[in-house]
């Protein structure tokens, strides 16, 4: 999108224009799109992470039960 200056409100001579304006709205949409792209890639190593821990489960702790109260 251009950003064109003219004269007068109806119409009128144009005064100049900007072929490198971003409207606010496509500023905000661009930001919309990374913090949703953002929120996927941490959904997705949420899941690899829980597939690795279901894949690598920890061996049980020979210590685990050495602190424990025998009442």
Same mark, same amino acid.
């Given at each position: #999108? $251009?950003?064109?200056?003219? %004269?007068? #409100?109806?119409?009128?001579? &144009?005064?100049? !224009?900007?072929?490198?304006?971003?409207?606010?709205?496509?500023? $905000? %949409?661009?930001? +919309?799109?990374? /913090? %949703?792209?953002?929120? %996927?890639? /941490?959904? /997705?190593? /949420? &899941?690899?992470?829980? #597939?690795? =821990?279901?894949?690598?489960?920890?061996?049980?702790? !020979?210590?685990?039960? #050495?602190? +424990?109260? =025998?009442?």
């Amino acid at each position: #999108m $251009r950003s064109i200056l003219i %004269a007068d #409100m109806v119409g009128g001579p &144009t005064l100049g !224009e900007n072929p490198f304006y971003v409207s606010p709205n496509q500023i $905000r %949409a661009l930001e +919309k799109s990374n /913090k %949703a792209g953002n929120f %996927a890639k /941490k959904i /997705k190593a /949420k &899941t690899r992470r829980k #597939m690795h =821990d279901l894949s690598d489960p920890l061996e049980p702790d !020979e210590f685990a039960d #050495m602190w +424990k109260d =025998d009442e």
